[in-house]
Nanobody, 123 residues
C-alpha cells in the first residue's frame, strides 16, 4: 500500500519557521516529481512547490518564492519543505504528493497524496 505521511506542522508566530517532512512508503518514487500543496479553510487546494527526481530542479509558487525551500532525499524516499518568514496567510493544511510529470504544478497531475498536516501562523 502506497503511503505518503506528512509531519512537522504546528503553530508558529508570524516571521517564524517550520520544516515539514513527507515520508513515502509502499513503493519507490524513482522518476516521480514530489510536490507540496496547501488548502486554507474555504479555499481550493493550491500548488506550493515541486522538485524533480532526476536533477533536483525546483519550482515554486510566487507566493512562497524566496521563503520556502523544497528538498528531497531519494535514498530515504523523503521530501521536505523548509518554511521561513511565515505569514498568517500561509495558514493551511499542507499536503505532500507525487506525480510522474516533471515539475508538475497541476493538482490533477499528482497520483499519490498524503493526509496533510496543519500549519497555523499567528499574527
Amino acid at each position: 500500500q502506497v503511503q505518503l505521511v506528512e509531519s512537522g506542522g504546528g503553530l508558529v508566530q508570524a516571521g517564524g519557521s517550520l520544516r515539514l517532512s513527507c515520508a513515502a512508503s509502499g513503493r519507490t518514487f524513482r522518476g516521480y516529481s514530489m510536490g507540496w500543496f496547501r488548502q486554507a479553510p474555504g479555499k481550493e487546494r493550491e500548488f506550493v512547490a515541486t522538485i524533480s527526481w532526476s536533477d533536483g530542479s525546483t519550482y515554486y509558487a510566487d507566493s512562497v518564492k524566496g521563503r520556502f525551500t523544497i528538498s528531497r532525499d531519494n535514498a530515504k524516499n523523503t521530501v521536505s519543505l523548509q518554511m521561513n518568514s511565515l505569514k498568517p496567510e500561509d495558514t493551511a493544511v499542507y499536503y505532500c504528493a507525487a506525480a510522474k510529470t516533471w515539475l508538475a504544478t497541476g493538482l490533477y497531475e499528482y497520483d499519490y497524496w498524503g493526509q496533510g498536516t496543519q500549519v497555523t501562523v499567528s499574527s
